[in-house]
């Protein structure tokens, strides 16, 4: 086909659909965000008050040890 060819678009769309329908979608990346936490209920989160217990952000890989650290409140 040449690349001006009309039917171009429609082939296009449909191969799009086969994607969205038929590919799972995996994430590849990962955005750091700074989260607030509230310690009403558990302690031990990450804060800059107590940087040992790690840097206030989530993180697919290492998100297991901050909730392992934490604490229920009395």
Do not use: C
């Not at 039917?7 to 038929?22: G, R, S, T």
């Not at 995996?26 to 790690?54: D, K, Y």
């Amino acid at each position: 086909m040449k690349l001006d060819d009309p039917e171009i678009p429609e082939l296009v769309a449909e191969a799009y659909a086969f994607i969205v329908e038929e590919v799972p979608f995996i994430p590849l990346v990962q955005t750091p965000r700074i989260m607030p936490f509230n310690t009403t209920h558990w302690t031990g989160w990450p804060s800059a008050m107590e940087p040992e217990s790690g840097i206030p952000m989530h993180s697919w890989s290492t998100t297991h040890q901050m909730i392992q650290a934490l604490e229920k409140t009395q």
